[in-house]
């Protein structure tokens, strides 16, 4: 008895040109397919590690702030008691906490957000140019957003008066697309004074947050370390570099959702097309099969065995390809760095699996097909 | 050689196969044909090209469904039978010499012949089969590089090995020199008084099968031409 995989193994190897074909359509297909997958993966390493080096920024407000009404009026409506922020000195996981105090306030014939700026704490109390530097305030200046400046006229050098009290505007911001651009910056004891919340400020802004480990969930690590420090309140995230890397990889996994299915259709349809083709070319050793006895099965199994054999054979090199493509210009893709990923055991197992699924189900219908042919009809010659 | 008291092993009467050509052209291929043939027995349909060999041969392999008609197939009615019993059939109790040179071109010669085999040992036994033919030096060749007379030795061979009860053999010997031609009758001879039925369709001359029944194939039609 000739098996049917030692008849599939060597018609693969015959028709090696149709063979090599089939195989690199899928190689091509899972290769990329696991580009994307490696490239997700990759993204999201450098996710972390651009959390764990530049930092999180994180804001601490009172504990029974609503977030919904939070992210609404863009402040927390209660407050936290100033003395607090002595015990940030305890703490080495920000870089620099700053208090504010912020409420929005009628100004003129519009709104504007008064915000209070303290001064910065520094971690372990070292010197750092301070973030805010640019906009801390004499007692009786302020620094005004872009909006907030256009909408009154408003300039450097001008005199304007909020609430209750002369200022004169020491700097117009450029505008920055946000919320800042109508914010009133005032010194946060002119804001608590002005407000008539002395000791008090609504928000702890901690900044540069770093974890000193690559740890899998830094916000909940850092959230960890401050809430106990500041009793009563809670600590929630703010957008940064480190978000909007969560956002580019996020991009890439819907790249990845989208193309994986758009690649994984066309290779099944080239391999379609490829075994419907060999089926025909091979009509008449199908009905020779047939005349000798083997079962539609068998045939259909033999023709079906060959596109998945195949499928195997291309998934491998195409799993091999995606991670070798991925080490080469997985950088260009996804930004600075030279992170490299080791040998992936995993990648080449599921191209295998990937490439056979996609060459097998490609030729379901093919193999059908052939098992189906009338053997009469086949090989009918001189009669 | 014939034992005439035993019930016919293949027996097929009033068997027609009418075609649909394009236009509606009706074509019959085969026009009432009635056969016999008992163990031991060679059985030659003789006929000329196109005049429906083929087509009569195709029907008592269980492979084409007659218009009308009836095959007796070792007292069973062979289209009575579902496809996958008339397969087994075939690999089991029928061997099928085809007209061309249907080999799988990827397989050497001995794994060619082993085809016909359902079981295990088939290239043991295609070996052996092949020495028979003079072939042995040849197993390991592919059939694109092997003459005419040795790929219709294959074919026969691949007819043989698993020592069918029935043997329908198409043009067995056809543009064969005399010595291979010769060698292939024997073969299928020898077949036939082992105990076994052949029946071998053929354009040349009958009398090189030493037949016990010969009949002639014209536009369809059978007659039996000679005991």
Redo the contacts between chains.
Sequence with gaps: MTSPISIVVAEIRYRKLSSVCSAVIVATAVAAVIFFMLLTDLAADRTRTIQRDIGLNMRIIPADTDLERYWNKGYADGWIDENLLVKGIEQDVANRLVPMLQRTIPWGDGEAMLTGLGDELFSRGEKMKPVFGGIQQEAESLTIGAIAADKRLLREGDSVKVLRRDFTIKRVLAATGSVDDIRVYASLPVVQDLLEMPGKVNEIRALECQCGADVDDPEAYIQAVLEPLFPGTRVIRQDSLAEARRKQRMMAERIGLVATPILITFAALAIFGLAFLNAQQRQQEIGLLAVLGKSAWTIGAIVWCRSALLGLLGGLVGGLAGWYLVNQFGDYFIGAGNAKLGFNLQSLLIGGALGGLIASSGAMLPAWYAARRDPAETLRGAG | MTNQDDSPILMCDGLSKLFIAAGDLQIK?VNSASLRLREHEVVVVHGS??????????ML?G??QPTSGSIQLFNRDLYGQS??QR??????Q?G?V???F??????DAA??V??????????ARALELLDRLGLADRAKQLPDRMSAGERRRLLVA?ALIHQPRLLLA??PTSNLDEENGAIIQQLLIEHARAGNGVLI?THEDPRRFKADSVYRMSAGSLNLQAK
Excluded at chain 2, 87 to 92: I, N, V
């Design positions: 291929a090209s196109g005049s429906g060999k083929t087509t009569l041969l195709m392999a492979m084409l496809v996958s397969t087994r059939l075939r690999r089991d029928i099928v085809l007209p061309m249907h080999l799988l071109p990827y397989l794994a060619n082993a085809l016909g085999y359902g079981r295990k040992q088939g290239r691949r198409d043009e369709v």
